[in-house]
């Protein structure tokens, strides 16, 4: 992969580097040579980022090309995001305080350099915030605030000329250290076509793929010839890197997970899921619409608000489902058997949204679930309820979740109207990596919800189909990232 440095005047540069060629910001821009060039990644030093400069052009035609920029357009625009700086802020607040707490003036800027700074004791500090705006030399301002503390308030890029004198030594060595230990020029780059990142939350207790799921998704890309790699929260600033986004963690819109979901499909990566899914999947009031409109049967709902939850008991009927509008995977969602047990719940849950889910209860053995991607059935599963329990899992006093025992079965074998349910209410979603949750009661089929970011899990959901499952949803991530690369080509 070819390593471009492109600044504004590189008779000018100050920085002796020895890796990477230095190239004129204009030259990056206009000569066909850089236009042609294929897997380069751009390191752009330009002395501003500003809408329509140089500077922001050269990050904004390195992405058409398909280039590596560093920064991203998205980080860009994020560092003059006062609401996503803000956010940042409130992520690193703990570690801000500790690494600020000697400092006794209002105010302190930091110089960062590739995640590094002079002053070792802030290299932690230095590191987070590039992960999180990836851009080669910043400076970021903190206020103390009298009620919250110390806050990052702004944070802005700075060019090579902007970097004091008695720094410059400091600065090409850690540049260099970027260089050869970044993923940028690892030499086992080269030897695959795609990246992909699996992002993952290690502390997640019920994530939607266990240990040896995350391993069989890494080894069936790398029978695709793509490197997946996985990646954590904290490793935000390195999505512009990869080709394609996975999100293995349990998402949700006021969340980190939407953020990246987000952040990768403005930079141009394949993700799954795409944050329009995200949303759609995330709001059970969206959804219980949307079934309707379309006249998809779900069990007899109720929107309910401050204004008609008197009406739940005559609409609905005992007992009956709560559901937060947010909630997924069995997770935010209650259970009312008694006229008081309907009441104190539904005033705790609309004390936190202003909308809540009331459905009837439908009770059965097991629910189905069919998995779908790329609008194909996967696989399909019978979950069975927990013994003794209403739900598929049940969390005990001690905070052990307990499940039903699950029966993986060829999609062939599955019952032709729920798999084509479960096909129609993706449809109404997109294209995305979906979880139709489904019940059968006498002779009719019901939705009950479609989450995205399904579970697979080695052991249940890949009984039938084993590694092919992991096959088949790293071959659509090979078929749309190609599709996009023709795209721009």
């Known amino acids: 992969m070819s390593v471009l440095i492109v600044v504004n005047r590189p008779q000018n540069w100050p920085l002796d580097i020895k890796m990477g060629e ?59 995001s006062a609401a996503i700086i803000r956010l940042a802020s409130d992520e690193l607040q703990e570690l801000i305080h500790s690494s600020l707490k000697p400092i006794h003036s209002g105010e302190f800027t930091l110089s960062i350099y590739f995640g590094r700074n002079m002053a070792k004791r802030y290299d932690k500090l230095c590191g987070y915030v590039f992960r999180h705006f990836q851009s080669p030399f910043m400076r970021a301002k903190f206020v103390l605030d009298e009620e919250d503390g110390w806050q990052l308030s702004s944070l802005r890029t700075i060019s090579a000329n902007e970097i004091p004198e008695d720094h410059h030594d400091f600065v090409v060595e850690v540049t260099q250290d970027y260089f050869e230990n970044s993923r940028a020029t690892a030499p086992w780059r080269s030897a695959a076509r795609y990246d992909i990142a699996i992002l993952h939350n290690p502390n997640e207790a019920d994530p939607p793929s266990n240990e040896r799921a995350l391993e069989k998704f890494i080894k069936a890309a790398k029978k695709l010839d793509m490197d997946a790699e996985l990646v954590e929260k904290d490793d935000y600033g390195t999505l512009s890197q990869y080709d394609g986004l996975f999100i293995r963690e349990t998402t949700s819109v006021d969340h980190h997970t939407y953020r990246w979901s987000r ?29 309707d409109l379309h006249r998809i049967r779900v069990p007899k709902t109720l929107i309910v608000h401050k204004g008609n939850q008197e009406e739940v008991l005559s609409e609905i009927g005992l007992p009956c489902i709560l559901k937060q509008p947010d909630s997924s995977f069995s997770q935010g969602v209650h259970k009312a058997m008694t006229e008081e047990e309907l009441h104190d719940r539904l005033e705790a849950l609309l004390d936190e949204s202003d909308l809540v889910i009331a459905q009837e209860f439908l ?66 979603i997109g294209n995305g990596f979906y979880g139709v949750d489904l019940k059968e009661s006498g002779r009719r089929t019901y939705v009950i919800e479609v989450n ?38």
């Open 263 to 291: 952040r990768a499909h403005a930079e141009g990566l394949v993700v799954i899921d795409d944050p329009d899914s995200i949303v759609k999947c995330g709001n059970k009031v969206y959804l219980a619409e949307l079934m």
């Open 22 to 80: 230095v190239v004129a910001a204009r030259d990056y821009l206009t000569n066909p040579k850089y236009y042609r060039l294929r897997g380069a990644r751009v390191f752009n030093l330009c002395r501003s980022y500003r809408y329509q400069s140089t500077g922001y052009y050269v990050s904004l035609l390195a992405t058409a090309r398909g280039h590596k920029p560093l920064p991203s357009i998205e980080t860009i625009q994020d560092m003059k």
């Open 452 to 489: 995205d970011n399904p579970s697979v899990e080695a052991g249940f959901e890949d009984r039938v189909l084993k590694d092919d499952l992991y096959l088949a949803v790293m071959e659509v991530f090979l078929k749309r990232i190609e599709a996009m690369k023709e795209a721009r080509d």
């Open 363 to 428: 009770p059965t053995d097991y629910d189905w679930r069919i998995g779908v991607l790329d609008g194909k059935a996967l696989y399909a599963c019978r979950y069975h309820m927990a013994e003794k329990h209403w739900q598929i899992q049940r969390r005990d006093d001690k905070g052990k979740t307990h499940y039903g025992k699950v029966d993986t079965m060829p999609i062939e074998d599955a019952p032709d109207h729920v798999v084509n349910t479960a096909l129609r209410a993706c449809k109404l």
